[in-house]
């Protein structure tokens, strides 16, 4: 009976050893199902930069710092009936207007500009409107062009800016005003622009609006169509500016050109 229990006990001790190792081998053995799969990550690709040439660079930087300049400028406007509803419909907005219903360009000799011209500096925009009282007279173009570019001298050379803006065009021929026509008013823009000197920069916003201006009589604009000429004389007034100052910073990078040196010959002795 001892020799039976002595052998059971050494069959269970045999099997408590055995324990750990066939635990070990079956974790071994088994598959694992617990651990989440690794994804490839694709690397992302570069996303391309849009080349900007260094002319363009110039450009814009040109344009940003003469908009910032520009809108510390004074305005100085002299025109007819026409400026007048620009007025009334813009509204003074900082600027200085010399205007009249009716006039042409003997009141603008001896009254319009006379009467804003003290207000000329180097930190004015000269903007003439005037001209479509006189267009059924051809001639007076040189009257009008042999004014301005005499006055524009003088202003210019005080550091002012001076733009003569294009006759606008009728939105209607009517008997109201005969003889005012857009076959007209563009052959007085042409003679205008042709006669204008190096110190005044012509704006065209005839060929801009023709065929959208608003009026009720032909020849005066609703309040939008004076909004949008005035918005479109600002453009013209920076476009000319940036396009200036862009010229003049490019030249400023150019190298200078070198000089070459023709030695001398030596001067024989006698």
Known sequence: MCKKIKGIM???????????????????????????PVTEVAPAEAVPTEYVSPE????NQTAAEVSVAQATRQLVLIGDSRTVGMKSAVGKNG?????KIGMGYSWMKSTGVP???????????????????????????????????EKAANWTALGASVYYVSVNPMAFETSSYPGITNSVIESWNSKMKSGLGANVTYIDTYSQVL????????????RGT?????????????????EKAYAAALAATQPTPEVAVVPQEPVPAY
């Open 10 to 36: 050494a069959l269970a001790l045999a099997f408590v050893c055995l324990m750990p190792r066939m635990i070990v081998n079956a974790e071994e053995a088994a598959p694992v199902t617990d651990v989440a």
């Open 95 to 99: 600027n200085i207007w010399s205007a």
């Open 115 to 149: 009467q804003v011209e003290a207000n000329i500096n180097s930190n004015t925009d000269v903007v003439i409107l005037m001209g479509v009282n006189d267009v059924r007279s051809l001639s007076y173009t040189s009257k009008y062009t042999s004014y301005i570019n």
């Open 211 to 222: 065929g959208k201006v608003s009026s009720s009589d032909g020849i005066h604009y609703s």
């Open 226 to 242: 004076y909004k949008t000429i005035y918005s479109l004389i600002g453009q013209g007034i920076l476009a000319d500016k940036t």
């Open 56 to 59: 363009a660079q110039l450009y």
